[in-house]
């Protein structure tokens, strides 16, 4: 999985699921679309869907300090690595 | 400290109508909005009554999704007549989130809608993907305080919030706690309210305690019909209520329109059975009325009734009026109308009167065709009159034995 296979897929999710279109990648998501906390609950279930792999609690909370749309790049290049499987296609 | 409190807006979503001119124009033609009850794929089948007090008609919405997202569809009509209530009072945005400003606002039990589908995964769940089916947001959608905190959240309010759910009294809860927090000085303003969605569950629960009308199931319109000699039971329906309270010097001082005065409310319980209608409990209730607002029950021109169209609760509601108000007021049982729209009744039965008294008119009870004798000892209005109406009394009485009235002064 590349990071730009990535990159596409979080920001269908935005766009599928919390109707952002073609987010900025690096702005402060609350403060840019309102991002809460309970956006951030459904967005990992989406993470989990495209990685076709539950997350453990202790990766679930260091997702909470996630800002932006690189870093949630980053964390799901993080757990791809580490599961070192491909994610599902969609 | 006693501060008189005045309504600067009010706004319903209602079976007849969303708004002033829609309602009241079907107020003077003598429109029903009750119509066929909607097959559920779940009870409707089994249900005996089949109507259904329906807002049938499309309500424009321009929510968010960071509000959506934790909206049932109780909270899309709380959060609409709030935003309407909040735009027509006029009220600058710097007051409403200063915490000055309070929500007082119901649902019978939140969102039967949302729970539903809750309930589908406790009896189908086969799997892990089920349950996680449960969103985040299914309780804040679903819970009984969720009209109220969607509110706050949709308009940054953050003042006391009092969400009462004590079915038909909801609403008549919402103004009158609102009118006991401005008026005692704790909120300059109070956005009060209710409001209750689709919900054939509510249907089946009244059908099997035998209290829903069943005779009109081919004629919808001609159901409820109370104080009337063929009087078959309630028709349950869907609607909002909206009404904003201000401290009448805040409301002089920035020139708002004042609808209305708040002049009285009283709530208590028969303290005994939890259906049946009690005499004692509501003459009570409305002696307690009159002694808060300190006015006479000579002066009282308008009673909107509670009136839900069973048998023995228009006999003993007329019972009670007879003893406390005597034959001077008129009375209007406006569930004839809209059919009993529960936590939404209060409010919706408190501004159908604002809008009579500033248009000059009474309303008469649809459907009383033939008044029960058992009931023809009140002022009943069976034709439009053109009357002024300086006082208003709306009574509302709910399972749980808690009974209201709210009392409402024309404002000169």
């Known amino acids: ?57 202790e990766e679930k909370k260091q997702a909470m300090d996630i800002r932006t749309i690189n870093q949630i790049c980053d964390y799901v290049e993080k757990l791809a690595e580490t599961r070192k499987v491909a994610p599902v296609k969609k | 400290m006693e501060r008189r409190v005045v309504i600067t807006a009010c706004s319903a979503i209602t079976p007849i109508g969303h708004g002033k001119d829609q309602i009241v124009a079907s107020l003077l033609k003598g429109v029903s909005g009750v119509k066929t009850l909607r097959e559920d794929q779940l009870v409707s089948r089994f249900i005996h009554s089949k109507v259904y007090g329906t807002v049938d008609y499309p309500v424009d919405y321009d929510f968010k999704r960071q509000y959506r ?218 002696k307690l009325g009159l002694e808060n607002a300190k006015i006479n029950a000579g002066d009282v021109d308008l009673v909107s009734a509670h009136a839900t169209a069973t048998k023995m609760g228009d006999i003993i509601e007329a019972q009670a009026i007879s003893a406390v ?20 009744c209060g409010a919706i039965e408190t501004i159908l009167p604002i809008y009579m008294m500033q248009d000059g008119f009474i309303a008469p009870t649809l459907n009383l065709e033939d008044i029960d004798e058992r009931c023809a000892m009140i002022k009943h209005v069976q034709k439009i009159l053109q009357k002024p109406v300086k006082i208003a009394a709306t009574q509302n009485f709910a399972f749980g034995g808690v009974n209201t009235i709210v009392l409402i002064r024309k404002f000169s």
């Open chain 1, 1 to 57: 999985m590349t990071r730009q296979e990535i990159e596409r897929e979080i920001k269908n999710i935005f766009q599928r699921e919390f109707e952002v279109e073609n987010p900025e990648m690096d702005v402060d998501l609350r403060e840019a679309y309102a991002f809460d906390s309970i956006d951030a609950i459904e967005l990992l279930l989406e993470i989990e869907k495209f990685l076709g792999s539950e997350l453990t609690r």
């Open chain 2, 69 to 286: 997202k934790t909206m049932g569809p109780v909270a899309y009509y709380a959060c609409q007549v709030a935003k309407e209530v909040l735009e027509q009072s006029g009220l600058p945005e710097d007051f409403i989130t200063s915490g000055k400003m309070g929500v007082a606002f119901g649902s019978i039990h939140g969102s039967p809608t949302v729970q539903r589908n809750i309930y589908k995964v406790f009896f189908e769940a086969k799997d892990k993907a089920a349950y996680q089916s449960i969103g985040a947001v299914d309780y804040l959608k679903s819970m009984v305080h969720t009209t109220a905190v969607n509110i706050t959240k949709m308009f940054g309010i953050t003042g006391r919030v009092i969400s009462s759910g004590t079915a038909c009294t909801t609403s008549s809860q919402s103004i009158g706690y609102g009118y006991e927090a401005v008026k005692y000085g704790l909120q300059e303003a109070m956005l009060c309210g209710g409001a209750d969605e689709y919900d054939t569950i509510t249907v089946a629960v009244f059908d099997n305690l035998l209290a829903c009308s069943t005779a009109f199931n081919s004629e919808p319109r001609r159901t409820p019909r109370p104080f009337d000699k063929l009087r078959d039971g309630l028709v349950v329906a869907e609607g909002a209520g909206a009404v904003m309270l201000e401290e009448y010097e805040h409301a002089k001082k920035r020139g708002a329109n004042i609808l209305a005065e708040v002049i009285g409310f009283a709530c208590n319980n028969n303290g005994g059975d939890l259906i049946l209608p009690n005499l004692d409990g509501i003459t009570k209730t409305l």
């Open chain 2, 325 to 344: 108000f005597g034959i001077n007021p008129y009375v209007v049982a406006l569930k004839s109308y809209l059919g009993h729209t529960m936590a939404a």
